[in-house]
């Protein structure tokens, strides 16, 4: 509140004490009135007076309460949310059993462990470092605990060992890429991102990928929608008890399903009926009532890639998800995590370039091991894959 808003709530408060003790000193002189029926409808007409009073001068101390008590509960909603990440970021709860242990705190299973190693375990103790990097020297205390202050210097240490990691200094690099014109035709040149370096500028199929804003230079793409559902359930998960949520999961699991089966029907007149209905589906989802926070920035991905979610509509052949190439890079990526990555960008690209090719030979049904020994075997002629 500001301290405009703090004095107007003081006066309002000084206007409510003044109209108070008039209306009770009225209430009280009516009361030693005989109790005659004037005496008493004056009375209770007085009364009404009062009470109304109150309640009108009430009001606005009540108003920047009721605000006050909703800016409360979202804050508690936001630090439960930013909890959560974190411990799912710091490996201390997983997904999969977060709401679990919410749940039922009481669970036995829940109930934290005794401190400490179980009864008749050996001890164990700090190993002594092998490399001592500085030493320094500390004088014995200045006084005894009798009060003396003579104190002798013996050449016997009590020894300490202190272990310090060098604070990380955080290194920032611009990157700026110069553009270019070409001297012919004028043309302004620019470095390609990423993506377009790895299919190049005339690729003509479709991506399935997710939202990531690095896929938005692709002309045609398909979003992933299981990471929308993921994003919505790990929403659900904090907020257990929302009814807009699950309405919100439902309407896309229904949006998905009859996707799925307008997407096998025959091409004609029907499919092209269905294929409008459902865009005035998807449509009306974004117009959905949702909890605030996470879902309010939901519903705007759809809106902002509506036809880029209902493209597997229109193709047979195209999956609504693209679980299929992060299930084909997991080994990859598993192999670089515990081979402690490439020391040089040279063997990172052959490392997938490996990959690819062993990947590949499991899709053509063939056994990589034997497809290799015939490759590094002399005059081989190795068959022909269908790419």
Same mark, same amino acid.
Request: charged letters at 35%; proline letters at 4%.
């Given at each position: 509140?500001?301290?405009?808003?703090?004095?107007?709530?003081?006066?309002?408060?000084?206007?409510?004490?003044?109209?108070?003790?008039?209306?009770?000193?009225?209430?009280?002189?009516?009361?030693?009135?005989?109790?005659?029926?004037? %005496?008493?409808? /004056?009375?209770?007409?007085?009364? !009404?007076?009062? *009470?109304?009073? @109150? $309640?009108?001068?009430?009001?606005?101390? +009540?108003?920047?309460?009721?605000?006050?008590?909703?800016?409360?509960?979202?804050?508690?909603?936001?630090?439960?949310?930013?909890?959560?990440?974190?411990?799912?970021?710091?490996?201390?709860?997983?997904?999969?059993?977060?709401?679990?242990?919410?749940?039922?705190?009481?669970?036995?299973?829940?109930?934290?462990?005794?401190?400490?190693?179980?009864?008749?375990?050996?001890?164990?103790?700090?190993?002594?470092?092998?490399?001592?990097?500085?030493?320094?020297?500390?004088?014995?205390?200045?006084?005894?605990?009798? %009060?003396?202050? /003579?104190?002798?210097?013996?050449? !016997?240490?009590? *020894?300490?060992? @202190? $272990?310090?990691?060098?604070?990380?200094? +955080?290194?920032?690099?611009?990157?700026?890429?110069?553009?270019?014109?070409?001297?012919?035709?004028?043309?302004?040149?620019?470095?390609?991102?990423?993506?377009?370096?790895?299919?190049?500028?005339?690729?003509?199929?479709?991506?399935?990928?997710?939202?990531?804003?690095?896929?938005?230079?692709?002309?045609?793409?398909?979003?992933?929608?299981?990471?929308?559902?993921?994003?919505?359930?790990?929403?659900?998960?904090?907020?257990?008890?929302?009814?807009?949520?699950?309405?919100?999961?439902?309407?896309?699991?229904?949006?998905?399903?009859?996707?799925?089966?307008?997407? !096998?029907?025959?091409?004609?007149? @029907?499919?092209?009926?269905?294929?409008?209905?459902?865009?005035?589906?998807?449509?009306?989802?974004?117009?959905?009532?949702?909890?605030?926070?996470?879902?309010?920035?939901?519903?705007?991905?759809?809106?902002?890639?509506?036809?880029?979610?209902?493209?597997?509509?229109?193709?047979?052949?195209?999956?609504?998800?693209?679980?299929?190439?992060?299930?084909?890079?997991?080994?990859?990526?598993?192999?670089?995590?515990?081979?402690?990555?490439?020391?040089?960008?040279?063997?990172?690209?052959?490392?997938?370039?490996?990959?690819?090719?062993?990947?590949?030979?499991?899709?053509?049904?063939?056994?990589?091991?034997?497809?290799?020994?015939?490759?590094?075997?002399?005059?081989?002629?190795?068959?022909?894959?269908?790419?």
């Amino acid at each position: 509140m500001t301290y405009d808003d703090v004095q107007n709530l003081k006066d309002s408060i000084n206007k409510l004490n003044r109209s108070a003790k008039s209306s009770k000193r009225i209430i009280r002189a009516f009361e030693k009135i005989s109790d005659s029926p004037a %005496g008493k409808e /004056k009375l209770y007409s007085e009364q !009404k007076i009062y *009470i109304s009073v @109150l $309640e009108e001068k009430c009001r606005p101390l +009540k108003e920047p309460t009721i605000e006050q008590e909703k800016q409360i509960e979202e804050l508690k909603l936001n630090n439960k949310r930013s909890n959560q990440q974190v411990r799912y970021a710091y490996g201390k709860e997983s997904k999969s059993n977060a709401a679990s242990s919410q749940d039922n705190p009481y669970d036995s299973k829940n109930t934290p462990k005794k401190r400490g190693a179980p009864k008749g375990h050996k001890g164990n103790t700090r190993p002594i470092p092998d490399k001592v990097d500085f030493t320094q020297r500390v004088s014995p205390p200045d006084t005894c605990t009798c %009060g003396c202050n /003579k104190i002798l210097e013996l050449e !016997k240490y009590d *020894i300490k060992y @202190l $272990e310090d990691i060098p604070p990380v200094n +955080k290194v920032v690099t611009e990157m700026r890429y110069m553009r270019g014109k070409c001297c012919q035709c004028g043309e302004i040149l620019r470095h390609l991102n990423a993506v377009k370096d790895i299919l190049g500028e005339d690729f003509e199929g479709i991506v399935v990928c997710d939202f990531y804003a690095a896929y938005n230079c692709i002309e045609k793409t398909q979003r992933c929608l299981v990471h929308l559902l993921r994003d919505i359930s790990d929403e659900r998960k904090i907020l257990k008890n929302s009814v807009l949520l699950k309405k919100f999961d439902d309407r896309i699991r229904c949006f998905i399903n009859d996707g799925l089966r307008i997407q !096998k029907m025959e091409s004609g007149d @029907l499919k092209e009926t269905e294929i409008r209905k459902l865009e005035k589906t998807l449509a009306a989802i974004t117009k959905m009532k949702v909890t605030k926070g996470k879902a309010e920035t939901l519903i705007k991905r759809i809106k902002k890639y509506q036809t880029e979610i209902i493209r597997f509509v229109n193709h047979p052949e195209l999956e609504y998800h693209n679980n299929r190439a992060e299930r084909q890079i997991r080994p990859i990526v598993i192999s670089r995590k515990i081979s402690y990555q490439s020391n040089t960008d040279e063997g990172a690209k052959k490392n997938c370039i490996l990959h690819s090719v062993m990947e590949t030979l499991r899709l053509q049904k063939l056994k990589p091991a034997v497809i290799m020994k015939q490759i590094m075997s002399a005059n081989t002629i190795l068959p022909v894959f269908q790419f």
